[in-house]
């Protein structure tokens, strides 16, 4: 089983819809969770972190679920800058943590 | 404050060569993440540095690669007699001291291309 395990998609939709990615993580010991975004080519770069009590940043939700090891993105009224890779990231425990990624769930938005 | 530093941007190689690139953590950042991304594909975690320590490098390959965060200057990941396979982007993140819930900031990558 992957550390981290997410749909690739490609998620089409059209502009102002809802979508929702979920994300699956093996290791129970994990400690912090993050969504980044990856547009083609670049770095990937920080969205938002996932906390237990779940958190809301304008259109993005975030919502972590210990007991079954799943981390959700929901994006409101998505826009065409959506548009993009969204990667589930999950940071182990102890010294030697490190940030596991998923391999990305695609998004394009579409007119 | 400018943020994670990587250079080159891109950088070609022949088979047999070797290959060194260098990443600035941003300003107080203390670990330092090499993952290489080969096309169409995600992220892969190769070596978690800190200052004069490696601490995890599970993702590297046994051969060949090599990595370092020396207590002056940048990190190194160095790749010697390149492959055509070499041919990826590398990314390098830094984040601080570690506390419980640490993101990394990532640098715009090194592109290699092995001919």
């Not at chain 1, 065409?80 to 394009?108: E, H, I, M, P, W």
Request: proline share 5%; aromatic share 10%.
């Amino acid at each position: 089983r992957k550390e981290v395990e997410q749909d690739p998609g490609p998620f089409n939709v059209p502009e102002g819809a809802t979508v929702a990615f979920n994300c699956t993580y093996s290791n129970s010991a994990s400690q912090s969770f993050f969504w980044y975004r990856q547009d083609c080519r670049k770095e990937p770069k920080l969205l938002m972190s996932v906390y237990s009590s779940g958190n809301e940043d304008g259109r993005f939700t975030a919502q972590l679920n210990r007991a079954s090891q799943y981390i959700s993105l929901l994006i409101r009224d998505s826009k065409l800058s959506d548009s993009a890779t969204y990667l589930c990231v999950v940071n182990g425990t102890g010294t030697a943590s490190k940030l596991t990624f998923g391999t990305g769930t695609r998004l394009q938005v579409t007119l | 404050n400018a943020g994670v530093m990587q250079n080159p941007r891109h950088l070609v190689r022949r088979r047999g060569q070797e290959a060194r690139l260098r990443c600035s953590p941003m300003k107080g950042h203390s670990h330092v993440y090499w993952y290489r991304q080969l096309p169409e594909e995600g992220l892969k975690f190769m070596v978690y540095l800190q200052k004069e320590n490696i601490i995890d490098e599970s993702g590297m390959p046994k051969e060949r690669f090599s990595a370092e965060f020396p207590k002056e200057g940048p990190s190194i990941l160095r790749i010697q007699q390149v492959v055509r396979g070499d041919s990826a982007a590398y990314f390098c993140a830094s984040s601080p001291q570690k506390k419980r819930y640490t993101e990394a900031f990532f640098g715009q990558g090194t592109r290699l291309t092995v001919v």
